[in-house]
């Protein structure tokens, strides 16, 4: 399986504070909690794992040998995340995280990461889950041209004739309300805490 799992902490966090990726979750920074997923999935196969993220974003001390990769200052827009990845993939897929799920679990990263569609998404609950994705390359002009208009992520990803990954294959892996939750206001913090004991 070769593949890049990109954890995704280039957002402004502003309803945490600004400080989402460092926020304590269970005693250790929101982002490991993806981070660890993202590096067990990748095992000692061909897989890489990175974290991509603004030049100023603050991160706490990533592991040993994990790779930095800083998207462009401008714009502040998910999908920016996801097409530095891709140049950085070395043509190979990349399996995007969003650096606030924290109940993503490796089984369903490296399962991403075996599908052969260029784009394979979650659907639940009525909506698509773009930041919990896999992307192929070819799907990197089409990111490329909604970024410069700025065009929404999942209206953007709808258009291009995703595979939906639905609620049902999601609960191979576990709930898929607790796998696609993410965290972005302390209320989510909170509920995040008490997830982590049950």
Sequence with gaps: MAALFAILAGGRATRLGGEKVGAVLGGRPLIYHPLDAAIAAAGVGEAEVAVVAKPGT????????LRLLREPEQPVHPICGIVTALHEAGGEPVVAVAADMPFVTPELLRWLAGLADPIAVPSHAGRLHPLIARYSPAALP?????LEEEAALQETVASLSPRLVSGEELSRFGEAERLLFNVNTPGDLHEAERMLIR
């Design 142 to 146: 089409a990111l490329e041209a909604a």
């Design 58 to 65: 603050k991160l706490p001390e990533p592991p040993s040998g």
